[in-house]
């Protein structure tokens, strides 16, 4: 069986403020947080070992998510005192994971995909590559770095951001490898798979394929593209398979409702929001495209639009909020 790794040891500096007290893979989208849904699609792949490669704000992970019993999974945390960067933290991470020949699966913990993970760990085992990469096709590839293959879907090289890339197919953050070129990865060391570890690998004509699938994928790194994560998991545009084990009160393809919250029988909630656990919703408030945290209370009347209210937020009444992030202490504009 493979066993995986989660890399959620950014600082997700994009998503400030709502990541100064809480990590990016600790977020809510969709009632749940990142980490969780990725989770789900790990287990549905038949993974059930995984290791939390942590480091920014650690120590929120393990109250939520402790040994994973919950999920029918062993979860184990390895912890970097300094971010070792992507590579780094793989190296360490691995150290957990004793089943020697088993394929390691690493995720990027702020992606979003309904990829079909258990073909590209098949593929991989057929090919007996080093590594294997899901790839994706963006209509505009400028501000990422391509990945192109050849006929035999081998990886032919990595190229850094470009302004007419040679190819529409990218990196899309999920990757199989064989462990002896995880251990062939310095120890307490600040290192790139992305920039360092992948194309020296493919210079070295290591047996590196692309696993080609253009299923949902969304990286939530910016705040539109989480709201729009949220979204697409309460629509039914993404694999929300976590879901399937959560405790929701409510769910159609307009609005999740999580248990525990009070939203009144007026209010309308709808485009895919999301009402977390204890939040309020009060009467004749208007809740679109939205993600509404767990115990954030929304006074009467108020109308909040693609905007994130955080744990505990308060909206008063008849406030208007439109694409906002709203903490306890501030509202932060998000700009198109
Ligand atoms: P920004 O600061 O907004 O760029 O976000 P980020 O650094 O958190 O994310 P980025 O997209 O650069 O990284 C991709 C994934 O790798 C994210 O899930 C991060 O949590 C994770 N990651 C990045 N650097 C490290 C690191 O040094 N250690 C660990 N454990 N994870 C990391």
């Not at 979860?75 to 780094?88: I, M, N």
């Not at 004793?98 to 098949?122: A, C, K, M, Y």
């Not at 929300?240 to 525990?260: F, G, N, P, W």
């Not at 406030?319 to 932060?332: N, P, W, Y």
Request: charged share 20%.
């Amino acid at each position: 069986m493979p066993v995986g790794i989660l890399l959620v040891g950014g600082f997700g500096t994009r998503l400030m403020p709502l990541t100064k007290h809480t990590p990016k893979p600790m977020l809510t989208v969709a009632g749940l947080p990142v980490t969780e849904h990725q989770l789900a699609m790990a287990r549905k792949a038949g993974i059930t070992k995984v290791v939390l490669a942590t480091s920014y704000l650690s120590e929120l992970f393990t109250p939520y998510f402790g040994d994973g019993a919950r999920w029918g999974m062993q979860l184990l945390y390895a912890v970097e005192e300094q971010p070792l960067g992507t590579g780094g933290a793989i190296a360490n991470a691995a150290q957990l994971l004793t089943d020697n020949d088993e394929s390691i699966v690493v995720f990027n913990g702020d992606v979003l995909s309904s990829h079909n993970l258990s073909e590209q760990i098949r593929q991989h085992e057929f090919h007996e590559a080093d590594l294997t990469l899901h790839l994706t096709s963006v209509k505009d590839a400028r501000a990422y770095g391509c990945v192109p293959t050849d006929s035999d879907g081998k990886v032919t090289a990595f190229l850094e951001k470009m302004e007419n890339p040679i190819t529409n197919t990218i990196n899309a953050g999920c990757y199989v490898f064989n462990p002896k070129v995880i251990k062939s990865i310095p120890l307490h060391t600040v290192i790139s798979v992305e920039r360092e570890t992948f194309p020296t690998l493919v210079k070295e004509r290591g047996n590196v394929f692309g696993f080609l699938d253009n299923s949902y994928w969304l990286d939530i790194g910016t705040p539109n593209a989480l709201l729009k994560g949220s979204r697409d998991l309460v629509t039914g545009i993404a694999d929300a398979s976590a879901l399937e084990t959560a405790k929701v009160s409510h769910r159609d393809r307009q609005s999740l409702i999580m248990e525990t919250a009070k939203v009144d029988a007026t209010a309308i909630i709808d485009e895919g929001s999301c009402i977390g656990a204890g939040a309020v919703i009060g009467a004749g408030a208007h809740i679109s495209g939205s993600i509404i945290d767990s115990g954030a209370i929304i006074g009467q009347s108020a109308t909040v639009r693609n905007s994130f209210i955080a744990s505990q937020a308060i909206v008063g009444q008849n406030a208007q909020i439109s694409a906002a992030f709203v903490t306890k202490d501030e509202i932060l504009t998000i700009p198109a």
